[in-house]
């Protein structure tokens, strides 16, 4: 194996293991998994988004996107739109009821897994350093966007 690969592996397994662990946490304690937190986070965030624009910030597929708002919607966390000057685009908007749960339930969820399953087994100077090096790597392949990284 080369020197690279061991890096690679340990890194893109960490990951893995760090959502799965996050995911697990924010379901027993908010009740939705990771990535429906980050869909309501991210139209809390940005405001009404058009479907392919939230599957590209969640990184998922636009099935995946879709299937992901027919279950916040059933809860009544997001509701579909059809602006009136385009009757081919859909936006997802969050509802009332949706901005309620992230911010009583999903957020403080999700914090409490950051720092449960990252960054509390992390020094400071680790998380310094995967910061630069998630920056140089996203830089590299030309998907540095600070839109898809706003906390």
């Known amino acids: 194996?080369?020197?690279?690969?061991?890096?690679?592996?340990?890194?893109?397994?960490?990951?893995?293991?760090?959502?799965?662990?996050?995911?697990?946490?924010?379901?027993?304690?908010?009740?939705?998994?990771?990535?429906?937190?980050?869909?309501?986070y991210r139209l809390k965030q940005f405001g009404d988004l058009r479907m392919g624009e939230l599957a590209e910030l969640l990184a998922i597929s636009p099935s995946g996107v879709t299937r992901l708002i027919d279950r916040l919607a059933r809860r009544?966390?997001?509701?579909?739109?059809?602006p009136e000057a385009s009757r081919r685009e859909v936006l997802a908007r969050l509802t009332p009821e949706g901005l309620a749960a992230l911010n009583t339930r999903t957020r403080p969820a999700y914090h409490r897994a950051v720092e449960e399953s990252f960054s509390g087994l992390l020094t400071e100077r680790d998380l310094a350093d995967l910061r630069r090096i998630g920056h140089k790597l996203l830089a590299?392949?030309?998907?540095?966007?600070?839109?898809?990284?706003?906390?």
């Open 1 to 40: 194996m080369s020197d690279s690969l061991y890096p690679w592996l340990h890194i893109q397994q960490g990951v893995v293991a760090v959502q799965d662990a996050m995911n697990a946490m924010i379901e027993a304690e908010a009740g939705c998994t990771l990535i429906e937190h980050s869909a309501l």
């Open 76 to 82: 009544g966390w997001v509701t579909r739109v059809q």
């Open 140 to 151: 590299g392949h030309d998907r540095w966007d600070a839109k898809r990284f706003a906390t």
